[in-house]
């Protein structure tokens, strides 16, 4: 119960009539003075917001008045009733289905516009604050459990892997960052023809990528093609845009225990994550550029592309298509530049 010294106006004349303000928990309110005995509920009072410490009016319903100089309990009346107010209002929205909707629909398009456009924004950005030392770890963390569970030996004949040594060190002289290129040939079943990069420099061919071109220009390409997945950091990025995904479902759906977990998918999700369409294309056009200054005809590009996707059409293991969707669209545009 709070009680404020108040004067009471009637709203006709100017007489002032000194009265004491009590305020109950439950919001009845009783105004009592010479003359004066009025009661009324908290929430039929307008009470005025409070500037400094100047008197604070409160207005009943009938047109009469108070006048104050207790800010200190009318904030506290406020302070109460107002707590007791947003609960009142957020029982009345639990009870209205439409408002739920409503809030379901802004709560869903929040979550899209987060993944959508936040996490690329964010992991672009995130992206630059990451050491090189560990871009290139994960890197070779990657490769070492891909040499654990999917990749042989090359069987190439020595000859060729320095030939295909020179094609990559003839490439990679063009690195604008000074990445730590390497060049690992590997046999790979499970993966058919197919070539990736990994953060901070490792690229990976199998042998029968290497079976599958018909020339040294063929290869180049897709050499270039994932050198410049290196080169804008794409796994990185990728590997970044994962995470920031899963700390942002898990602080939407309120589970931090599956942050811990994250860590442990760091490998897998390296290995498994797909480059979204504009990585690809970005890459295809840093590939496109890169043969012109070599005299190399684009046909070269668009035809590795087209019988990398007819041998792996049969096999929906971890493929080159599989991680490559666009790949229609992206001959067409490498042939048609649109
Ligand atoms: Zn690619």
Redesign the pocket.
């Known amino acids: 119960m709070i009680k404020i010294n108040a004067y009471y106006y009637d709203g006709q004349s100017s007489t002032q009539v000194p009265v004491v303000i009590t305020v109950k928990q439950t919001g009845e309110v009783l105004i009592s003075g010479q003359s004066v005995e009025i009661k009324t509920t908290v929430k039929l009072l307008k009470i005025s917001a409070r500037l400094a410490n100047t008197r604070r009016n409160i207005y009943l319903k009938d047109g009469s008045k108070l006048e104050t100089e207790d800010n200190k309990a009318i904030d506290q009346i406020c302070g109460y009733f107002d707590r007791n107010i947003l609960q009142s209002l957020l029982h009345k929205l639990e009870k209205n289905w439409s408002v739920v909707l409503v809030a379901l629909i802004i709560t869903i398009i929040f979550v899209w516009g987060g993944i959508e456009y936040g996490v690329p924004f964010a992991s672009k950005w995130a992206v630059k604050s990451v050491p090189y030392r560990v871009e290139q770890s994960i890197g070779e963390q990657g490769l070492e459990s891909l040499d654990n569970w999917l990749f042989k030996e090359t069987t190439m004949q020595n000859s060729e892997q320095r030939h295909l040594q020179k094609l990559f060190d003839n490439l990679v002289i063009n690195s604008e960052k000074q990445f730590n290129y390497r060049l690992e040939l590997r046999s790979a079943q499970k993966m058919g023809a197919n070539a990736l990069a990994l953060p901070g420099g490792i690229i990976i061919m199998t042998d029968a990528l290497i079976a599958l071109a018909e020339n040294d220009q063929q290869i180049i390409a897709v050499l270039a093609?994932?050198m410049a997945?290196i080169e804008y950091q794409h796994g990185l990025r990728s590997l970044l845009q994962d995470s920031i995904t899963a700390l942002f479902m898990a602080g939407v759906l309120g589970d931090i225990s599956s942050i811990s977990s994250l860590s442990v998918a760091i490998p897998t999700m390296l290995v498994e994550s797909r480059?979204s369409r504009e990585?690809?294309l970005e890459?295809d056009q840093y590939a496109i550029d890169y043969l012109e200054t070599q005299n190399i005809a684009i046909e070269q590009y668009s035809k590795i592309l087209s019988l990398l996707e007819q041998v792996n059409k049969s096999s929906h293991q971890f493929d080159y298509l599989s991680?490559?969707p666009t790949m229609d669209k992206r001959i067409n545009i490498i042939q048609n530049g649109d």
């Open positions: 093609h994932e997945h480059y990585f690809e890459a991680s490559h």
